[in-house]
């Protein structure tokens, strides 16, 4: 059974920093891509981060380079999104994503909050 296991959303004031991890079972984590998406209230989902499989490539959507860190431990079956200077605009549900790498199979996290404000 694939799980996708997201947890360290909370409430931060801005400027503060959280770190997300997600844990995953169920799947060959090593090969699979893994993303992080969020989704604020009345938009779309959008892709925040995506890390390679062996975490040589990173991608960071332009709101948040500089800001938000992807990483993943293979090892430990997990992937974590390190954010720092949040902004009232980073509020929003973070969606952990795995995908196989023919782009056949896709799976997604429960999702988990962060809100900032102060």
């Known amino acids: 059974q694939v799980q996708l296991v997201e947890s360290g959303g909370g409430l931060v004031q801005p400027g503060g920093s959280l770190r997300l991890s997600c844990a995953a079972s169920?799947?060959?984590?090593?090969?699979?891509?893994m993303s992080w998406y969020r989704q604020a209230p009345g938009k779309e989902r959008e892709l925040v981060a995506r890390?390679?499989?062996?975490?040589?490539?990173?991608a960071y959507a332009d709101s948040v380079k500089g800001r938000f860190t992807i990483s993943r431990d293979n090892g430990k079956n997990t992937v974590y999104l390190q954010m720092n200077s949040l902004a009232p605009e980073d509020t929003a549900v973070y969606y952990c994503?795995?995908?196989?790498?023919?782009?056949?199979?896709?799976?997604w996290g429960q999702g988990t909050q962060v809100t900032v404000s102060a």
């Open positions: 169920g799947f060959s984590f090593d090969i699979y891509y």
């Open positions: 994503n795995a995908r196989s790498p023919a782009g056949t199979r896709n799976f």
């Open positions: 890390i390679s499989t062996v975490g040589g490539s990173t």
